[in-house]
């Protein structure tokens, strides 16, 4: 068209499309997953909205928030209509092809690699799945603050879009016209959609129709030919002898009437919009869970989620959640995770999605988790700022932590390979199944513990509760993972403090001189290998009335040994030498000292010093 304006899809969001274009990904099926995600996004943006200004809906039709799925036969054309927020002119060029997200060429790399697309909708650049079954796209959308436009590609680098003035107004919302490839007719099969659609809109909370064929009987004038007698079923042949007694008298009267079929077309509502979170916890089954999970996470890969907490708060503040541990860390967790500022906790009040940006309801350490809350003592004709700020969401958040953290605790009580003690047995008889609890914590541990780890050095309040979540290798652990709970059980009759000593692996603390007299005493020393763990035992003082100590540091007490005076006393001379002809710029005393067994001396690092490790950590940070 003469009147559309030219655009360049952003290099990688080019890219992107290429390599779905040319996908021999079998399941194509999933561009209507993220077709019917993105429509019930922007009707959760118009709903939200509207919470606050009624007038925002408008009147009749577009006041329905519902999806609309119509096949074209005839045309080649599946289109999937909301009366969702719609986008401006401006938002057509932002969102749907100029500016990449920050999940873009990550998501490009990983198809490269692994040429899964099912994770698409978790990169947040899953409305271009579109091209693995339509070579041409539309995408009608009317804004509230602008005109009707057209937004169209062919997936050949560019796109267009032009001010709507041939098509129906939509009134408010977006439709997205898919021109069919010829290898994806199957798309307009009406079967084959209704039984898509509802897989994947389980838990899509707005109704969506398609515009679906009927076979209706009608009751037309009978002729006299009755030669199509031979197709009337068993039933209507009884019927008919009933009649036939009547018909003595009643015969003249009334005209004979015949049923014939017809083809009719309606709108057929297909998912049932009740939602999962409001269902009482013993009715909701795994598999129903590993669903929900999956269409939250939008990851739909064969993964289930390590665990769940699906609880009702009461009192005072009263809401609904359902948490979930991911099988997997999301590929950018740690990477930004001082500056980031997504959660991935779903916000309700009332049944109206709120948000999924909202942070003050999970601590940022917590932020890995995914589930969803919804409160009925929040207001809901408040805005996103008010909100933020009352005070009932102190308490949802310290409600949320304490079930986070008994779900993790959870984990590691189910698994037949963390512990032996009692409780933890009679925890796993009752769950049963074995196999595929065993060596789950490790699992979770190996994806998340960072995550404890820096929820120790934040939360001061929970510090305990996280410090029983800790697992590390030690001198004694043979190569897993142990807790403090099991140092403490192994603890020597006498010992005060639990030990440990920082370092870059496990092979280069085994060879440290420090360890040399505790292992020949036989104590347990607890190796600290991540760069985070100097961080974390700033702030980890003690567990269970047990100090920690690092035994790199000065103030190691190993029992007094009866020959420390008379040894302290024959080495003055020496110490003393030492301490005049090492420049004190450098060291702060030079002591006789029971922690050695074959090295004839050690730098120790004062009690409030950067512990060796630490010196090294700091300055690779600073190079
Ligand atoms: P995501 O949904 O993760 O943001 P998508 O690639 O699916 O990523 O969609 C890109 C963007 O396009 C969305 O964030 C949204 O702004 C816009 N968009 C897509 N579909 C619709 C729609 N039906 N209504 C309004 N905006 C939409
Ligand atoms: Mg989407």
Redesign the pocket.
């Known amino acids: 068209r003469s009147s559309a304006e030219k655009f360049e899809f952003q290099a990688e969001v080019s890219r992107l499309m290429d390599i779905i274009i040319n996908s021999l990904y079998s399941n194509k099926d999933i561009f209507l997953r993220?077709l019917i995600?993105?429509?019930s996004?922007?009707l959760d943006k118009i709903r939200f909205l509207s919470l606050t200004d009624k007038e925002i809906l408008g009147e009749g039709d577009n006041s329905k928030l519902e999806i609309q799925i119509k096949l074209d036969k005839e045309n080649k054309v599946l289109s999937i209509r909301?009366r969702?927020?719609?986008?401006t002119k401006e938002?057509l060029v932002k969102?749907?092809g100029t500016i990449a997200k920050s999940g873009t060429s990550a998501f490009v790399e990983k198809m490269q690699t692994s040429g899964d697309l099912n994770l698409i909708?978790q990169f947040?650049?899953?409305?271009?799945s579109v091209y693995l079954v339509a070579d041409y796209v539309e995408v009608i959308?009317k804004h509230n603050d602008d005109k009707q436009h057209v937004w169209e590609s062919k997936a050949d680098g560019a796109f267009a879009i032009s001010e709507d003035t041939w098509n129906e107004p939509l009134g408010r919302g977006?439709e997205?016209r898919l021109h069919l490839r010829d290898e994806a007719q199957e798309y307009l099969e009406e079967g084959k959609l209704k039984d898509l659609v509802k897989r994947y809109s389980e838990f899509i909370n707005f109704p969506i129709y398609i515009w679906g064929s009927k076979e209706i009987d009608v009751e037309v004038p009978a002729d006299e030919d009755e030669s199509n007698d031979g197709e009337e079923s068993p039933e209507d042949k009884s019927e008919e002898e009933d009649d036939a007694e009547k018909s003595e008298d009643e015969d003249s009267e009334k005209p004979k009437t015949k049923k014939v079929k017809e083809t009719t077309y309606e709108w057929e509502l297909l998912n049932d919009v009740k939602a999962i979170w409001l269902r009482s916890p013993k009715e909701v089954t795994e598999e129903e869970y590993t669903k929900f999970y999956r269409s939250l996470a939008k990851d739909f890969s064969d993964d289930k989620p390590m665990a769940w907490s699906h609880f009702n708060a009461e009192g005072d503040v009263e809401f609904k959640a359902v948490l979930f541990v991911p099988p997997k860390a999301p590929h950018d967790l740690y990477e930004s995770y001082y500056n980031s500022k997504k959660s991935n906790l779903k916000l309700y009040v009332r049944r109206v999605f709120i948000s999924d940006e909202f942070d003050e309801l999970l601590p940022k350490y917590l932020s890995f988790l995914l589930g969803l809350v919804d409160s009925d003592t929040l207001p809901l004709n408040v805005s996103r700022e008010m909100l933020q700020q009352h005070s009932s969401l102190k308490t949802i958040k310290k409600k949320l932590i304490r079930k986070a953290l008994d779900m993790i605790r959870k984990i590691a009580e189910e698994d037949p390979d963390e512990s032996s003690d009692k409780e933890k047995k009679d925890a796993q008889k009752s769950s049963g199944d074995d196999d595929e609890k065993k060596g789950q914590y490790t699992r979770f541990w190996n994806e998340f513990g960072k995550s404890i780890k820096l929820g120790i050095i934040e939360d001061a309040t929970n510090r305990n509760r996280l410090a029983k979540l800790l697992r590390f290798e030690s001198s004694k652990s043979d190569g897993k993972l142990t807790s403090l709970d099991q140092y403490i059980s192994r603890m020597k009759s006498g010992q005060k403090d639990i030990f440990y000593i920082t370092g870059s692996s496990k092979e280069q603390l085994e060879k440290s001189p420090f360890l040399e007299r505790l292992k020949k005493k036989n104590y347990e020393v607890i190796f600290f290998t991540d760069p985070v763990d100097e961080y974390l035992m700033q702030y980890l003082m003690d567990y269970e009335d047990k100090k920690f100590q690092n035994v790199s540091k000065e103030g190691l007490k190993l029992g007094k040994d009866s020959k420390d005076k008379e040894l302290k006393e024959s080495f003055k001379d020496l110490t003393k030498w030492w301490k005049t002809h090492l420049s004190f710029d450098n060291v702060d005393d030079v002591k006789v000292s029971n922690r050695l067994d074959n090295t004839p001396c050690v730098v120790v690092t004062s009690k409030y010093g950067w512990s060796a490790n630490m010196e090294r950590i700091m300055q690779s940070q600073t190079l």
């Open positions: 993220e995600s993105n429509a996004d922007a909301d969702g927020i719609g986008m938002d969102n749907l909708g947040g650049v899953g409305f271009y959308s977006t997205i």
